[in-house]
């Protein structure tokens, strides 16, 4: 059973990074295995989604949505 996470949203943009990504404040990690998704963190907007589409993923599929504390980095998105 493999677990995968990806960062669907940091505030800097690594060198070589996909051009259609893009850095906003605050984090946002979307944890997969084969049968669950779960997003930690919605960022300030919809950055979250588009990051999502571009890696492959489609969070409209059912997701789980947690938060670690209720401030605009973490929860205006999504």
Do not use: Q
């Not at 989604?49 to 949505?65: F, I, R």
């Amino acid at each position: 059973m493999a677990l995968r996470i990806r960062v669907l949203l940091e505030n800097h943009k690594g060198a070589g990074a996909d051009k259609s990504l893009k850095a906003r404040p605050g984090l946002s990690l979307l944890v997969e295995d084969e049968s669950t998704s779960i997003l930690f963190d919605t960022g300030p907007d919809d950055t979250v989604v588009l990051s999502a589409s571009a890696l492959g993923s489609d969070l409209s599929e059912g997701c789980a949505v947690g938060g670690s504390h209720g401030v605009y980095a973490g929860c205006g998105g999504g």
